[in-house]
């Protein structure tokens, strides 16, 4: 299965954006999808998880209440919103089927005034 990510950009302190991922087939197969982002240099860390069965959520606690993530698997699309963005959360996003998919290309949000 590939990913299309897309829906980054550049936005202001306190802005938001809605990440789109696209996948080339079903993602109803995996056990949950998941958005990941990259800081340079480092490894890529959970941003947000949902489960195919039940739809289940799962956020470090740091972006509880600020990132939501969604699915819409008749449309093998994975969303992800983020509000209230900070300079911090500037990184690569990555979406991420679990277990074991391939990798996207990412799309690139950065937050700056």
């Known amino acids: 299965v590939q990913f299309v990510e897309s829906g980054g950009g550049l936005v202001q302190p306190g802005g938001s954006l809605r990440l789109s991922c696209v996948a080339s087939e079903s993602i109803s197969g995996f056990y949950a999808m998941a958005w990941y982002r990259q800081f340079p240099g480092l490894q890529r860390d959970l941003v947000a998880q949902i489960t195919t069965r039940g739809g289940t959520t799962l956020y470090p606690d740091p972006l509880k209440g600020r990132f939501a993530i969604s699915r819409d698997d008749v449309k093998n699309t994975v969303y992800l919103q983020m509000d209230d963005l900070q300079p911090e959360d500037t990184a690569v996003y990555y979406c991420?089927?679990?277990?074991?998919?391939?990798w996207g290309q990412g799309t690139q949000v950065t937050v700056s005034s």
């Open positions: 991420h089927g679990i277990p074991g998919s391939d």
